[in-house]
């Protein structure tokens, strides 16, 4: 488990803070925001690629261990699940046995893991997702009040479409995409990556399945890619208007924070706006 950033401001004070925690197979990340709305903690942890769930699960009792903060109650606590094993689903084709069917239509068996589904009222929408038997078992006992949600379920209310637009967040081995037609969601899907031709290609393909051309849509980069980087200049030969995510002026953010790109962090406190 190697920590990519740590950042604190002293004096927290746990009970008067919110707590937003992201798992996914590859990281965990938290951010920290008190009754201000500010900011006052942020850590990333990065996982080797092959990381089983029981090993996620350590890596999460070690990451609570290790920061005291996190052992304190807060006033509220949102876990948000990353899983890659999660589908969105039209509400007339939602039914209490629908989920997990259709997770297992995708996904394979499932039964290895805990389904959960959610409806997405404003979009009359269900996202169903599987979470690790292991994880799910660690976090009930470290956060036995947290609200649980994923990824999937937030991602639409992120950001405003009225065009064709991709939105996209990279972490260390997958890239997670959503798709907007004409201001329409098409779809939200993750996908893994090993190299920069890798994550272009995905992002292409999901263009052309949906009869959209690359160089008229707008590509929102958040996450863990580098200005600098081979993978960003690979994906600008396809992609004519690339823009990377900004913070949320509904926060305050710590001199820190402000050292590093704001894309970095962007999509998880644009999470923590909608919670």
């Keep these: 488990m190697n920590s990519a950033f740590n ?16 798992v996914s197979c590859y990281s965990v990340a938290y951010i920290v925001i008190n ?4 900011s006052v903690a942020l850590a990333v942890y ?45 509400n007339e084709y939602m039914s209490p046995s629908a989920g997990k069917k259709m997770l297992e239509l995708a996904y394979g068996d499932t039964s290895e893991g805990i389904v959960r589904s959610e409806h997405m009222y404003k979009h009359n ?4 997702y599987e979470v690790p038997k292991q ?15 994923h990824q999937y379920a937030l991602l639409p209310n ?8 991709l939105y996209s967040i990279f972490y260390p081995a997958t890239i997670t995409v959503q798709l907007f037609k004409m201001g329409k969601l098409q779809v939200i899907q993750s996908f893994q990556y090993k ?20 160089d008229n849509t707008i590509l929102y980069l958040n996450g863990m890619i580098d200005a ?34 704001e894309h970095y962090f962007s999509h998880l406190f644009q999470l923590a706006a909608c919670v």
């Design 35 to 38: 009754e201000h709305n500010a």
């Design 135 to 149: 994880v799910d078992a660690v976090i009930a006992h470290l956060f036995p009040i947290a609200n649980h949600t």
């Design 228 to 261: 600098a980087s081979h993978l960003n200049a690979e994906l600008n030969n396809y992609f004519l208007h690339p823009t990377f995510g900004s913070l949320p002026t509904a926060f305050t953010y710590n001199s820190e924070m402000k050292k590093y790109p």
């Design 7 to 22: 950042i604190f401001t002293p004096g927290a004070v746990a009970a008067q803070c919110s707590l937003l925690i992201e």
């Design 46 to 90: 990065h996982f080797a690629d092959g990381t089983t769930s029981g090993q996620l699960g350590s890596n999460i009792k070690n990451m609570v261990t290790a920061q005291p903060l996190l052992q304190q109650p807060f006033k509220k606590i949102t876990i948000v699940y990353a899983f890659e094993k999660a589908i969105i689903i039209p």
């Design 125 to 128: 929408l269900h996202t169903c």
């Design 195 to 214: 190299s920069a031709e890798d994550a272009a290609y995905h992002l292409l393909n999901v263009c052309q399945r949906f009869d959209m051309v690359a």
């Design 158 to 165: 992120v950001v405003e479409a009225s065009g064709n637009l």
